[in-house]
């Protein structure tokens, strides 16, 4: 599938889901989302990929070019930190490394907090479901009727197996809980990623599915409730689907 089909799949999905585009803030694309969820995973693929490509082109200094991360080893193995060798002339100002080091840290903060999902609902029995791959691919895109279509890419499926990244996020959705005069209590965002879960050298794929649920504070002080959780307004995130690729 090209980006260009994704993008008409997208569209056509969006539509189906919306009856009147006016009723609904209208969220198709995911980076225009106007809710920043506090502590929310930052996943753009193939953004980061090309600002680690960028940051790689810069031949600024010897210093810099030392312990780089590369687009070899971005988002497929997990960061580390090398200590600072501190008897090195630093006259070179050029943000290059720090650039590629900062995002692949991100990356592998979020790869443990999938892992500690995937590892938590494992513990709790009948959480997880084992489905045959290419059943499971055939679906992985498709929408439920009662959800937005925020962002969703077959390609990011790909790019997972061809490249052997550690994870990706393939889809994202959300769903308004409403009152009965239909205002927004809260949103439900449901995000799915592909993880690669490691238990005792053996390697496991997971389709990962978790939700965020964020209340609407206009509504909850429209109404004058102040519910103790309304004041603590960082989103709850709880497991909805686990699913065993191999
Ligand atoms: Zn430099
Ligand atoms: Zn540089």
């Known amino acids: ?23 609904d803030e209208y969220m198709n694309n995911y980076g225009d989302s106007h ?58 100002e050029c943000d290059c490394r720090h650039n590629t080091r900062f995002i692949a840290y991100d990356y592998t903060d979020v790869y443990k907090y999938l892992c500690n999902n995937i590892d938590d609902s494992l513990k709790k029995s009948d959480s997880c479901v084992n489905m045959d791959y290419d059943d499971w691919l055939e679906r992985c895109v498709d929408f ?38 239909g205002s927004v209590m809260n949103y439900l965002y ?8 490691q238990v005792e050298d053996v390697e496991y794929i997971y389709s990962l599915e978790l939700c965020d649920d964020e209340i609407n504070l206009d509504y909850w002080h429209e109404c ?7 004041r603590d307004d960082d989103p709850e995130t709880m497991v909805t689907n686990l699913i065993r690729l191999n």
């Open 144 to 181: 439920k009727s009662q959800f937005k279509p925020l962002y969703c890419s077959k390609n990011a499926v790909h790019t997972f197996n061809k490249e052997k990244l550690l994870f990706t996020m393939y889809k994202k959705e959300v769903y308004y809980n409403r009152s009965i005069s």
């Open 190 to 197: 449901y995000t799915s990623y592909l993880v690669r879960y």
């Open 1 to 23: 599938m090209s980006q260009g089909l994704i993008t008409e799949f997208i569209e056509d999905m969006h539509n189906q889901s919306t009856s009147d585009p006016t009723e």
């Open 224 to 230: 004058n409730v102040y519910r103790v959780d309304v």
């Open 35 to 92: 809710i920043s969820l506090i502590g929310y995973p930052r996943i753009e693929y193939e953004k980061d990929r090309e600002e680690i490509i960028k940051y790689n082109d810069c031949k600024c200094c010897n210093r810099h070019q030392k312990n780089k991360v590369n687009i070899d080893t971005f988002n497929k193995t997990i960061y580390v930190d090398y200590e600072s060798t501190n008897n090195e002339v630093k006259d070179c």
